[in-house]
């Protein structure tokens, strides 16, 4: 029996971690995943330049801490990785095989996280848009966004 301080008093001890050892190969890969500044975001931080949109990036003191957002206008927007965030029908939102139910159990807690700080955002008054990493990878999707983009800052105006 285990109380962490967390866990119901009484609970059986979770089965212990199978040991996942990593490859030096496989850990330099994934430091090489970016959490600010990635290639979307950037692109659509250009946009909202382009457009006259005023904001500030990284906010560490918002529920989720959105990528882009706007205190004033009171918008948010996080710029989500098709894979890690799970965009619902995107090829890129594919499944390892190898550990599959690990990868389903991160992926399940992942979302509840991302719609749980959405719920937050919403809460304090704020408008939320996400913008997929697939959205921004085409000059007609670029241009698409480009529209949603400004359709979104400009109903806070």
Known sequence: MINCGGCHVGAPAPPPM??????????????????CGTEPELAVRAILRDLGYRFKTNGKGLPGSPDIYSANEKRAIFVHGCFW??????????????????????????????????????????????????QAKSAAKLTRLRARLDRFFGAGA
Do not use: I
């Open 18 to 35: 199978k040991s996942l050892r990593t490859t030096p190969e496989r850990a330099l890969l994934m430091s090489r995943v970016r959490q």
């Open 85 to 134: 965030h799970r965009h619902p029908g995107c090829r890129a939102a594919t499944t390892p095989s190898r550990n599959r139910t690990f990868w389903q159990a991160k992926f399940v807690v992942n979302a509840a996280r991302d719609n749980r700080n959405v719920r937050r955002l919403r809460r304090l008054g704020y408008g939320v848009m996400t913008v997929w990493e697939c």
